[in-house]
């Protein structure tokens, strides 16, 4: 099980962002899809497929006083969030390496049983 806490400080990028809305019992949800790049290069697709959208504030980012492009920022109190649930699938490409190259990424030798 991945700690929240820790997994939010590994994040290097956000892409691929796909959001959702749709009504369960007259309750309006949201569905929200990420992928993220990871410090240790590991990258992850997630999916939090019910967020109450109680728990988001819009908050208005826009510091010039240009109304007609206004800029947004969606903060997710997910301490707000008691029934949500993150999926997390790691989606990193395998690379083929001989015993060499993993030898020089362990830093020491090993020896292979067949």
Do not use: C, W
Request: glycine residues 2%.
């Amino acid at each position: 099980m991945i700690k929240l806490n820790e997994y939010k400080h590994n994040i290097k990028n956000y892409k691929n962002y796909k959001v959702g809305l749709y009504i369960e019992d007259e309750q309006t949800y949201m569905r929200l899809e990420f992928d993220t790049e990871l410090y240790d290069g590991k990258i992850t697709h997630n999916v939090l497929p019910r967020i109450d959208l109680n728990t988001i504030n819009v908050v208005d980012t826009n510091e010039d006083e240009f109304p007609y492009h206004p800029d947004f920022s969606i903060e997710f109190h997910s301490d707000l969030a008691n029934d949500t649930f993150m999926l997390v699938t790691d989606v990193t490409p395998r690379k083929e390496m001989t015993v060499e190259d993993i030898e020089k990424e362990l830093g020491y030798k090993i020896k292979i049983k067949e």
